[in-house]
């Protein structure tokens, strides 16, 4: 597998989460892969797809795509299809807050 890292020029946009999903929005740019960084202080979640989105708590009963975790102080990424122009939605606990970061880009 070949790695290249993110452009320097990828575009970010912050994220603020708390107890009620954040209103849908278009992630910054398109790539293969999506880059996410919580600042914390707290886990987030998040849901990502075509069309308005809406992220939830994880279930304990039926399983969902609309609660990808995302652990406080952690930078993730993830593979995307790059074919689409996606929205996303973060959520956290009751009480809880978060502020996540967003980035699309090519490369890991």
């Known amino acids: 597998m070949n790695i290249l890292p993110f452009?320097?020029?990828?575009?970010?946009?912050a994220i603020n989460a708390t107890d009620v999903a954040s209103t849908s929005q278009s992630l910054p740019g398109h790539g293969d892969s999506l880059?996410?960084?919580n600042e914390g202080p707290?886990?987030?979640?998040f849901s990502?797809?075509?069309g308005?989105?809406?992220a939830t708590l994880p279930p304990t009963?039926?399983?969902?795509?609309?609660?990808?975790?995302?652990?406080?102080g952690e930078d993730c990424t993830f593979t995307l299809p790059n074919s689409d122009t996606y929205n996303i939605s973060v959520i956290c606990r009751s009480t809880e807050t978060a502020r996540v970061i967003v980035q699309v880009g090519e490369g890991w």
């Open 7 to 13: 452009s320097v020029d990828s575009k970010v946009l």
């Open 35 to 37: 880059r996410i960084l």
């Open 42 to 45: 707290n886990n987030a979640y």
């Open 48 to 50: 990502i797809g075509v």
């Open 52 to 54: 308005t989105q809406t």
């Open 61 to 72: 009963v039926v399983p969902n795509n609309t609660s990808v975790p995302i652990p406080a």
